[in-house]
């Protein structure tokens, strides 16, 4: 492989910018510590295995979109009620969940997807991306959990990400 000062001027300008904005300071110190990073981020990243996002069917986010806001207000009122009532009634749990995604973009919006509902937190994801563990705060039917998740949100998004 061959090493280049700069794998990708964009990169390299858009890192020293953001530094620079985010220091809100333009020492010289701030200066060099951007420029350093300019250098080095884009040699990193030029290193990652990159693996590009292939849309499918994009209209299968609206009726998502719309699911996960519903879920989103249910949750909050059940968490509310959850979390004001008697903690012993809680039943939480780690869970693993089995993936048909096999797109890493599309493993991530589903782990967005669920930590954005409230009572539950994707906390791994497996070395072959074949299983995802999620925190469910309260779990009567661990199956039920894994069945809702594959149907509610896993299959519309196999569609966007096939």
């Known amino acids: 492989m061959k090493l280049q000062l700069f794998p990708s001027v964009p990169q390299s300008i858009t890192v020293f910018i953001f530094w620079v904005l985010m220091a809100e300071d333009y020492s010289l110190g701030t200066l060099l510590m ?26 299968a986010l609206i009726p998502l979109a719309f699911k996960l806001a519903w879920d989103v207000v249910v949750a909050n009122i059940t968490v509310a ?20 995604l096999t797109n890493i973009h599309g493993i991530s919006a589903l782990t967005s997807v669920i930590t954005l509902t409230p009572g539950t937190v994707s906390a791994e994801l497996s070395e072959d991306r074949r299983h995802l563990l999620v925190h469910i705060l309260d779990v009567d039917d661990p199956e039920a ?3 809702g998740i594959k149907q509610r949100y896993e299959a519309p998004l196999r569609k966007v990400f096939p």
Not at 87 to 100: D, Y
């Open 145 to 147: 959990v894994v069945a």
């Open 81 to 100: 009620r959850q979390v004001l009532g008697p903690e012993r009634k809680l039943r939480s749990a780690f869970i693993w969940v089995p993936l048909e």
């Open 34 to 59: 951007a420029l350093l990073l300019a250098l080095l981020m884009p040699q990193i990243s030029a290193r990652l295995e990159r693996e590009f996002a292939q849309i499918g069917n994009a209209s």
